[in-house]
C-alpha cells in the first residue's frame, strides 16, 4: 500500500463518485479525487472519439457525448487502476464491469482493514 494514500478515502471516493458501467470526464473526475484524497489519478483516460468506436463495435446502444478529442474514463478501468495502486497490485479476476468493479472495491476495502489492523 502507498505510505502517502489513505486508502479509506479512495475506497470512498470511489464508491461515490464513480459508476461501474458509467463514461466520465476525465479531467472533472481527475479534479474530484485529488481534492476528496490528496492523490493524483492513475487510471487510464480515452478520447471521445476512441469511446464511440467502442459502444458501436460492442453493438449494445449507447452514447458518449462531447468533441471527438476529449478525455473521458470508464468506471470500471478506474476501480482497477486504483486496485492496482492501492491494493498491492490486485487485478480482478471478473469480466463484468460491475463485478469487477465491486471485487476491485472491495479489495481496496481489505487492504484499508489490514493496513488499520482491525
Known amino acids: 500500500m502507498p505510505l502517502s494514500a489513505d ?3 479512495v475506497s470512498e471516493w ?3 463518485s464513480v459508476d461501474s458501467h458509467a463514461i466520465q470526464n476525465h479531467a472533472s ?4 479525487f485529488t481534492e476528496a484524497t490528496g492523490e493524483q489519478p ?3 483516460s480515452h478520447t471521445v472519439k476512441q469511446a464511440r468506436q467502442s ?6 446502444g449507447g452514447n458518449c457525448a462531447g468533441p471527438d478529442d476529449d478525455l473521458v474514463c470508464y468506471g470500471y478501468e478506474v476501480a482497477d487502476a486504483l486496485a492496482w495502486k492501492y491494493a498491492d497490485k ?3 479476476t471478473k469480466f463484468g464491469r460491475g463485478s469487477s468493479f465491486r471485487e476491485c472495491l472491495a479489495e481496496i476495502r481489505k487492504t ?3 493496513a488499520s489492523g482491525d
Do not use: M, V, Y
Open 14 to 16: 470511489l464508491s461515490e
Open 42 to 44: 492513475c487510471w487510464p
Open 7 to 9: 486508502n479509506q478515502a
Open 90 to 92: 490486485f487485478s480482478s
Open 29 to 32: 473526475l481527475s479534479k474530484d
Open 55 to 60: 459502444i458501436k463495435k460492442r453493438g449494445l
Open 112 to 114: 484499508e482493514l489490514i
